[in-house]
């Protein structure tokens, strides 16, 4: 759950008053595109990402000695010049929620994640956050099956149904709920490993849940 | 080949009383020895049963069982049966003190079969076997699979009889992690899989999205099915996807994972096929075999768990198989 489990650590940054045509060369050598400026210490200044640096580019409609002239001022335009200062930034304590609040609130691509004096650690992408869930949500593990259960709302539901599963060795190795507030139905959702699924289907209703199976359009009869 | 043709026995059934012996432990364990006997009732006594032939398995050498698998799992698995457990890894993975031998003679039953297959001693095969194999992973036994039958008999295939492009056709309700494990890296073979959809269904692989890497780009084909869907979904699918990829492959021989748990009436999973279907799937996979291998075509029991689906399933299956080639 938390960002420095999953974040990319020591990340490749620059300084401000090193030059465009630097930054070009170490966003276009490598798999990313975002890159924190920092200062000497390491603390982040601003970021720049590869938009950044073609924003700053010519226009294509100019002949090409204009062209050429205004690459040339480009190339040696310092780093300060076009980074943006109103970054958001992640800490090491940050969560995964933390995360997905601060993507939400603007359309960037990767955070920087400071430790306690300021300085760059390292780089959480939206990329690593879709990874971290996937991991942390067991999809794609092998041997699990996702369940759902309408949920009844009421406090206690949740604990019988834990202890309906113990009691059953079913192991499980997730469980979420939706509360029926928004367009989602009130439902219990849960990761469990255990191929014998009917199994756990007629222990759970046994103990008053009503499982619910997702069906297929286009063919309306449940399976017998 | 010719004396073949002058027999009416032409689907060789490869089956050992030994599978009985693999006890998964009683309680709610579905997959249990009667499995076996409902299917042989249903062969010896039903409408093929003057078209079979049966023959016997060997345990299966450990050198084509590490096409797959590592030492280490070989080992543990060995050593958790003598040693007296009852599971390995997970309570589904129920083992008895026998399973580990067991286990050798199911993967076995594979490469009988395309023995006899190629030394033209048999026409049709369908290996009646348990414990199943299409979960089991190198390492890791996982759905009541221990040993990957399917994967291990490709090996066998390509390397001792030098037929280079295998394809698996898995029709089984859950998709074979296994066999996808065994494949995805690799261009000489295909795996095509139709099953329910992972969001909803065990193992949770086998989304379309996984299509092989690397080399073997391409030759995984993973065909979910969203629960209650049934026959129209499948026939649709084989009619468009399976038989493009097919055509694009250019299989040298084609093993079926054969499950029968999407039948309606198994509850271990939500498809919802008719016996039928398994006729048609018979049927169309002859008609493969006819255009691509020289009929070279072995069948391996995997799934299915419903004591009248099951064998109705297989014997209509067979009847299928049997009628186009
Ligand atoms: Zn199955």
Redesign the pocket.
């Known amino acids: 759950m938390f960002i420095h489990y999953y974040m990319t650590p020591s990340p490749v940054t620059i300084q401000a008053h090193m030059y465009i045509a630097e930054a070009r060369d170490l966003l276009g050598h490598k798999h990313f595109r975002h890159l924190p400026v920092v200062d000497n210490d390491g603390r982040l200044q601003g970021m720049i990402t590869d938009r950044d640096l073609r924003s700053a580019d010519p226009s294509t409609v100019l002949n090409a000695d204009e062209r050429q002239r205004i690459l040339d001022r480009v190339q040696k335009t310092k780093v300060k010049a076009i980074m943006s200062t109103d970054y958001l930034s992640l800490k090491t304590v940050s969560t995964l929620d933390d995360a997905l609040l601060l993507f939400e609130k603007k359309p960037v691509g990767a955070l920087p994640v400071l430790d306690s004096a300021g300085k760059v650690v390292g780089i959480f992408s939206l990329d690593d956050l879709t990874r971290a869930y996937r991991s942390l949500f067991g999809l794609g593990e092998k041997g699990s099956v996702l369940i759902a259960i309408e949920n009844q709302t009421d406090s206690p539901s949740l604990s019988r149904l834990v202890q309906v599963l113990e009691e059953h060795n079913v192991l499980f190795t997730r469980l979420v709920c939706s509360d029926g507030k928004g367009k989602e139905p009130a439902m219990i959702y849960l990761r469990i490993n255990t191929?014998n699924i009917p199994a756990v289907h007629r222990a759970v209703e046994k103990a008053g849940f009503i499982v619910h199976v997702p069906m297929s359009a286009s063919q309306g009869q449940p399976p017998a | 080949m010719a004396a073949l043709y002058m027999t009416n026995q032409l689907i060789t059934i490869i089956y050992d009383s030994q599978f009985l012996k693999h006890d998964t432990g009683g309680g709610e364990h579905p997959e249990v020895a009667e499995r076996m006997q409902v299917i042989e009732n249903q062969l010896r006594n039903g409408a093929l049963a003057s078209s079979l032939l049966y023959e016997q398995p060997q345990p299966a050498d450990r050198r084509w069982l590490l096409t797959f698998h590592t030492e280490a799992w070989l080992f543990r698995f060995e050593e958790a049966t003598l040693s007296g457990r009852t599971y390995i890894g997970h309570p589904d993975n129920q083992i008895g003190f026998e399973t580990y031998d067991i286990a050798l003679l199911s993967a076995g039953a594979g490469l009988k079969g395309i023995d006899l297959l190629e030394q033209d001693s048999a026409k049709l095969v369908f290996c009646t076997v348990r414990p199943?194999g299409?979960?089991a992973e190198p390492n890791v036994p996982l759905?009541f699979c221990f040993l990957n039958n399917c994967a291990i008999a490709a090996r066998y295939w390509q390397q001792k009889y030098k037929r280079r492009k295998i394809c698996v056709f898995d029709f089984?309700?859950?998709h074979g992690n296994g066999i996808q494990a065994a494949f995805e890296e690799d261009a000489e073979t295909l795996y095509i899989s139709i099953?329910e959809h992972p969001s909803f269904s065990?193992p949770g692989t086998g989304f379309s999205e996984e299509e092989g890497t690397g080399d073997g780009k391409g030759t995984i084909l993973n065909i979910p099915l969203l629960p209650g869907a049934g026959d129209e979904q499948v026939i649709a699918s084989l009619e468009s996807e399976v038989e493009e990829k097919l055509a694009w492959f250019q299989p040298d021989a084609i093993i079926i994972a054969a499950?029968f748990?999407?039948h309606r009436l198994d509850d271990?999973?939500g498809l919802n096929y008719s016996t039928d279907l398994y006729h048609l799937l018979g049927l169309k996979i002859a008609g493969w075999t006819k255009k691509y291998t020289e009929g070279r075509l072995l069948s391996i029991l995997?799934?299915?768990?419903h004591l009248k689906a099951l064998p109705e399933s297989v014997e209509a299956y067979l009847s299928g198989l049997l009628a186009e080639l």
């Not at chain 2, 995997?302 to 768990?305: D, I, L």
């Open positions: 191929c | 199943p299409h979960h759905g089984d309700a859950h099953h065990y499950g748990d999407a271990m999973s995997e799934g299915g768990y």
